[in-house]
């Protein structure tokens, strides 16, 4: 039971037992009543029918879900019940004669939150929404292409292979053995970081704790989106990862092969080319655009040469997985051993940390809302990824 109705209650109970003893005193007395008396009687049976009108009303939109004074303001009601002319008249201190009546100023509710005494809080509550739109997710896949593997250290040295001559072959008895050769060179990567931090108000991370848990998400799809494109575009400049795709052999047709007319066909040779390398591709990497014209191809009778529009299968070209993402440039192709050829190594995985001492945060009410990672990238065999463009010149 909420204050408006108790309070009326209360009042209502005590005009019943200022009746009941106003009654009893009648009886007393052999029946009599003065004048006097039953003006006050019918005063109190006035009043007594208008707090039992008020206590409906109260009950009515309680029922309804819009009883006054659930954001904080009094109803009128309340301010009624509150006020002392009510109280002492309850208590028996006030005595009404006929055509008296009490009059109570109450304050007018309204939808804003007003600054005059007595008006608190808003009446009528705001429709807030609380769902959030959230932005449409890229479909990470590089990462998962690629070896995983991890560090304690901030520097990666390992031997990269970047070409071999095989000469092994059958030897005469006594004859020299043929000498073969692998040129190997050191490389010395780095661990680099990626990062990102925004900034919020303390109210809104503690009222809302949805809101919190989206920011924490979409800062992990910021650096996510960050990395995968350091992971195949990085330039390995200053505090770039080297990517993929920036030590990638380029595309050239192999000896022997037919020439390529359509774009599935230079795919294909890419696929040899890494293959003659000593390297099977396990993967391909296309912008989707590119793809979708792929899928869109058909033959002179309008089937469609890759898949079948109402297909579940994954995405697949010649028997490999074909991965397609917007890191890549459009009218560019990636195709290699990504398991064999490259690894990623991570230091320290993507953490969210929140702090109030950055900057003058305390004081604003204010929190900085942090996230990081540190990774390396190795690539062991340039040779063993081909890049180049789509197009048949």
């Given amino acids: 039971m909420d204050m408006d109705t108790k309070k009326i209650e209360e009042a209502l109970g005590g005009l019943s037992a200022q009746i009941k003893t106003q009654g009893a005193e009648i009886l007393a007395k052999a029946g009599e009543m003065t004048a006097e008396q039953k003006e006050r009687i019918d005063g109190m049976l006035l009043k007594q029918g208008e707090l039992q009108e008020a206590l ?154 949805a809101l919190r848990s989206f920011i924490d998400y979409r800062l992990r799809y910021m650096l996510r989106f960050r990395e995968e494109a350091q992971l195949l575009m990085g330039s390995g400049v200053g505090n770039n990862l080297n990517g993929i795709y920036t030590q990638a052999t380029a595309y050239a047709a192999p000896a022997g092969a037919t020439a390529p007319t359509t774009p599935i066909d230079k795919l294909r040779l890419a696929l040899l080319q890494a293959e003659l390398a000593e390297f099977p591709s396990d993967g391909l990497v296309l912008h989707p655009t590119d793809w979708a014209n792929i899928e869109l191809q ?67 009410n204010l929190v900085t809302i942090l996230i990081e990672e540190r990774l390396a990238l190795a690539v062991y065999r340039p040779e063993a990824f081909v890049k180049g463009a789509l197009a048949i010149t």
Avoid: C, H
């Fill in 56 to 209: 409906r009303e109260v009950q009515q939109k309680q029922a309804r879900g819009d009883a006054p004074g659930a954001m904080g303001a009094k109803s009128m009601g309340q301010q009624a019940v509150e006020s002392e002319q009510i109280k002492s008249f309850a208590s028996g201190a006030q005595r009404l004669r006929k055509g008296q009546s009490i009059e109570i100023a109450v304050k007018a509710i309204t939808s804003a939150t007003g600054t005059a005494a007595g008006n608190v809080g808003q009446a009528i509550a705001p429709d807030r929404r609380t769902e959030i739109l959230r932005v449409p997710d890229r479909r990470f896949t590089i990462r998962d292409l690629v070896a995983p593997g991890a560090t304690s250290s901030n520097v990666i040295i390992y031997p990269k292979e970047t070409g071999y001559t095989n000469n092994a072959a059958p030897v005469a008895e006594g004859a020299r053995k043929p000498e073969s050769n692998i040129t190997m060179v050191t490389v010395t990567e780095t661990v680099k970081k990626i990062a990102t931090f925004m900034k919020a108000s303390t109210e809104v991370l503690s009222d809302l704790p």
């Fill in 298 to 364: 058909k033959d002179t009778q309008g089937r469609y040469l890759i898949g079948n529009p109402q297909g579940t299968l994954a995405p697949t070209l010649w028997n490999r997985p074909v991965v397609a993402t917007q890191a890549m440039t459009v009218g560019q192709f990636l195709a290699g051993a990504f398991q064999l050829g490259a690894q990623i190594f991570d230091r320290e995985d993507a953490a969210v940390v929140i702090a109030t001492e950055n900057e003058d945060d305390f004081v604003n």
